[in-house]
Each structure stands twice: as structure tokens, then as C-alpha cells.
């Protein structure tokens, strides 16, 4: 079973509008951590946010949010004032484990979704 | 300067070579790992490894093999490449810490005729 689905293989946005990148996740560990990672045409991949299992807050940098609903397993990716500099692949990955939780060590390993293509017009 | 570095950035080569990726890190990091990017198909973990002397197997870890000479230094060895093993290679690194968040090298692109 996919451990990470994204549904949207492309969006489009007007500049200076939002935009939610979904994601959803399969997981039965209770200690996890979610990332987006931003991947521009020029290939590097650029961490963006990150959201643990146990964080009560959504998690938020500048204009980048998560929407991270535990109960339906979704970490969905909210782009507020959208630039053409954000045109980009946009990659949700997940980490199964949590350095300090179940039983003391991180796993380590990511797992990566397909991704979405946002295109941000003028 | 860059914290993650990988040589070469680009690389083609043939059917049967043997072909070395590096990674190099100042970021001070315990793990590293390797992943490749096909199209449509997101990041694969190939190999991974939480210090010098442990080193652990990915998803798709067959034909590849590495090696960690340091702490800041962790190798991607294709012994004969084939075709299939084109694509676009990561390095990555990060913090033994709750948080745990992977900072990716730049990529290596590697064609294989």
C-alpha cells in the first residue's frame, strides 16, 4: 500500500492567491513526522516544513502552513500569497519513528510521494 | 559554501562501467543516505547510514553499494551500470535529533547508454 499519496499531479494558482498541495499518509506507527520538500526546475531539493506526530500546533513557516488533520492521516501543504518563484515539484514525505519515542531511536527513513507540479500564474 | 556537496554533477557513462557518486557534508551530521529520482515515481532510499559503522540497505539498494569513509563523507558505487540505473541521484543528511529533517545535496545526474 502507498505510505504517501498525492492526488494532484498538477495545480495551477494565480499569483498572490493561496493553494492547498494535498496529502495523505498510511501509517500505524503512532510516532511519525511529516515534510514537504520544494523541487524547482533547477532539480535541488529545498526542506520546507515539518510537522511531527505529536505537535499540537499546525506547523507554520512564513507563508508556508500544514494542515495536518491526524484523524483522516492528511498533511496538506497551504501556500498563502503565492509567487511565481513557487512554481516548482512539490514532495510530501514521511518518517516513521521519532528520535526519543518508541523505544528510544529515529528510523530514519523517508518515504517520498509522487509529487505535484504548481505552476503560479502572473 | 554549499553544507551538502555531490560529485559529479553530471555523469554519462556506459553499459558495464564502474561509476562513483560522492557526497561530501560540513553540516557536522551523524546519517546520510541515497536516493534516486525517476519521473513519476518520487525519491527511493538506496542506502543509508546512522554513522561510520552502520550502514543499512534501502528499498532498491540491488546493483548499488556504498561506502562511508567518514563522518562526513559517504560514497554511491554503481559496480556496472545499466541503463535503468539513469536518473537523478541525492545525497542527504541529517541530525541525530527528534526533529530529524534530511538536507539534501544538490544531485548528480547520471545517463547510462
Known amino acids: 500500500a502507498q505510505k504517501i499519496t498525492q492526488t494532484q499531479p498538477g495545480m495551477f494558482v494565480q499569483e498572490k492567491e493561496a493553494v492547498t498541495l494535498d496529502c495523505t499518509y498510511d501509517?500505524?506507527?503512532?510516532?511519525?513526522?511529516l515534510f514537504w520538500y520544494k523541487q524547482p526546475s533547477s532539480g535541488e531539493m529545498i526542506f520546507l516544513i515539518y510537522?511531527?506526530?505529536?505537535?499540537?500546533q499546525n506547523a507554520t513557516e512564513g507563508r508556508y502552513s500544514l494542515n495536518f488533520q491526524k484523524a483522516r492521516k492528511s498533511a496538506n501543504l497551504v501556500i498563502s500569497a503565492s509567487q511565481l518563484g513557487d512554481s516548482a515539484m512539490y514532495f510530501c514525505?514521511?518518517?516513521?519513528?521519532?528520535?526519543?519515542?518508541?523505544?528510544?531511536?529515529?528510523?530514519?527513513?523517508?518515504?517520498f510521494g509522487q509529487g505535484t507540479i504548481l505552476t503560479v500564474h502572473p | 559554501d554549499a553544507d551538502v556537496t555531490q560529485t559529479p554533477r553530471n555523469r554519462i557513462t556506459k553499459t558495464g562501467k564502474r561509476i562513483m557518486l560522492e557526497c561530501s557534508q560540513t553540516?557536522?551530521?551523524?546519517?546520510m543516505y541515497w536516493y534516486r529520482q525517476d519521473p513519476g515515481l518520487g525519491l527511493r532510499l538506496i542506502y543509508y547510514?546512522?554513522?561510520?559503522?552502520?550502514?543499512n540497505k534501502g528499498e532498491i539498494s540491488d546493483g548499488y553499494s556504498v561506502s562511508r569513509q567518514a563522518q562526513a563523507k559517504f560514497s554511491l558505487s554503481l559496480e556496472s551500470a545499466i541503463p535503468n540505473q539513469t536518473a537523478l541521484y541525492f545525497c542527504?543528511?541529517?541530525?541525530?535529533?527528534?526533529?530529524?529533517?534530511?538536507?539534501f545535496g544538490p544531485g548528480t545526474r547520471l545517463t547510462v547508454l
Open positions: 501509517t500505524s506507527d503512532p510516532s511519525y513526522g
Open positions: 547510514s546512522f554513522d561510520v559503522k552502520d550502514i
Open positions: 510537522q511531527g506526530s505529536y505537535d499540537q
Open positions: 542527504a543528511t541529517s541530525g541525530s535529533y527528534q526533529q530529524d529533517t534530511q538536507y
Open positions: 514525505a514521511m518518517r516513521e519513528g521519532l528520535a526519543g519515542y518508541g523505544g528510544g531511536t529515529s528510523y530514519g527513513k523517508l518515504t
Open positions: 553540516k557536522g551530521h551523524d546519517r
